[in-house]
């Protein structure tokens, strides 16, 4: 079973202010284990459900190599990750390209967080700077297996 956590913060908890608008907003470092040998590349998106308009993308991350084992601090928002073998990224809710952290409205109770990895059968047919919906449909129908966690933020 595939394995996926940060030591940024405790499945559940509180996500450090570093990674949200109040603080630098950079991503988390990520920890990926236990990949079977035959997986053809790896994804990651990082949603709220918990948004007042429905669920609010933060990060469309795809065509990750499946052999990825870590994924460091701060990657930076371009469409394509060199040092991640050229991975891709898509359009968060935000309009932009690439993470942005978690950023509720004032006064909200916190919001859940989801970091979800995605173990593909292929790569995905995906340019990069693409939004959720194209991410997503490709996503359902490549994927054959994944994990999650979560974190809480509200301001």
Known sequence: MVSFRTSAF????SIPEKFTCEGE???????????SD??????????DPDAPSGTFTHWLLWNLPAETVEIG???RQTEQVRNLGDAK???ND??????????????DSPHEYRFTLYVLDEELDVEA????????????AKTRDSAQFSGQFGR
């Not at 035959?38 to 949603?47: H, K, P, S, Y």
């Not at 390209?97 to 509720?104: A, L």
């Not at 991410?135 to 359902?140: F, G, H, K, R």
Request: aromatic share 4%; net charge negative.
């Open 10 to 13: 405790t499945h559940g908890e």
């Open 25 to 35: 907003d950079v991503s988390p470092e990520l920890t990926i284990g236990d990949v």
């Open 38 to 47: 035959d997986a053809a590349a790896l994804a990651v998106v990082v949603d």
């Open 73 to 75: 601090e701060g990657v």
């Open 89 to 91: 990224q898509g359009e």
């Open 94 to 107: 935000f309009g932009e390209v690439g993470y942005r952290g978690p950023c509720p409205p004032k006064g």
């Open 129 to 140: 700077g693409a939004s959720r919906p194209p991410v997503q449909n490709e996503l359902d």
